[in-house]
């Protein structure tokens, strides 16, 4: 059974850094793409990168671009969101998610089929 877990949010003043960390259980991380997402208060989910299966490509929205790194520690079996230079509008549920065997790392929700139960985020003076 696939399972995810994020832990590393938390409440930061505009300008801070937080780690997300996603750990996995049921699968190999290195051989599945992986997607992070997040949802803010009141607005759908949007996602806000994506690292791939073995090469470790990754893509970003255009909203974190520069500021998040999405990274992977095979031995831990886990995937990373470093988010620095954080702004209010960064504040929302964050949400990692694996995609089924051989899919590609995208930034679409319908890439991925098992979800975590989200870190929240809050970014504020």
């Known amino acids: 059974q696939v399972q995810l877990v994020e832990s590393g949010g938390g409440s930061v003043q505009p300008g801070g850094s937080l780690r997300l960390s996603c750990a996995a259980s049921?699968?190999?991380?290195?051989?599945?793409?992986i997607g992070w997402f997040r949802q803010a208060p009141g607005k759908g989910r949007e996602a806000i990168s994506c690292?791939?299966?073995?090469?470790?490509?990754?893509i970003y929205d255009d909203s974190v671009k520069g500021r998040f790194i999405i990274s992977r520690d095979n031995a831990k079996n886990t995937v990373f969101l470093q988010m620095n230079n954080l702004r209010p509008e960064d504040t929302a549920i964050y949400y990692c998610?694996?995609?089924?065997?051989?899919?590609?790392?995208?930034?679409?929700?319908?890439?991925?089929?098992?979800w975590g139960q989200g870190t929240q985020v809050t970014v504020s003076a």
């Open positions: 690292i791939s299966r073995i090469s470790g490509s990754t």
């Open positions: 049921g699968l190999t991380l290195n051989y599945r793409a």
């Open positions: 998610a694996v995609a089924p065997a051989y899919g590609p790392c995208v930034l679409e929700q319908s890439g991925y089929t098992s």
